[in-house]
């Protein structure tokens, strides 16, 4: 592995550690030449997941795409970072065991709501309606008030 300070190929590993759910492994190493240390992280390479938009372009799933969607929809809701990271984890783990190759930009919002709905009400109605997930108003008024409904029920 190349230092990336000084370009140097020979580097020892002083630390290897499975990150907390497992699925890499990060490694702590110190560069031969220049002692400087830095950190390498092992995991599956995944096979590409490609999100066809509305006017029919494709473009490759983007994680930092989604967050940036719930950071605006959570803006002043006081929903920690990782609630969010949670959600974009488990709406990969999804994709990745259905085998999902091409996703149509529609369903990942829809997925993505899914997971809003039980988080925040507030969240969840400026995601859909920034991401315009509803065919139209009235869609998007019953399924709000589907929504209230089952709120006061429980
Ligand atoms: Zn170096």
Known sequence: MKCPYCGVVDTRVLDSRATQDSSA?????????????????????????VVIKRDGRKELFDATKILRGLLLAGQKRDIPLTTWQEVIDSLEQELRSNGVREISSDQIGALV???????DEVAYVRFASVFRQFPDVET??????DMLKEKKLT
């Open 113 to 119: 709501l899914k997971r809003l709905r039980d988080i």
């Open 25 to 49: 492994i990060r490694r702590r190493r110190q560069c031969i030449s220049c002692s400087n240390r830095f950190t390498t992280m092992e995991k599956l390479e995944e096979e590409p997941v």
């Open 140 to 145: 998007f008024k019953a399924e709000l008030e």
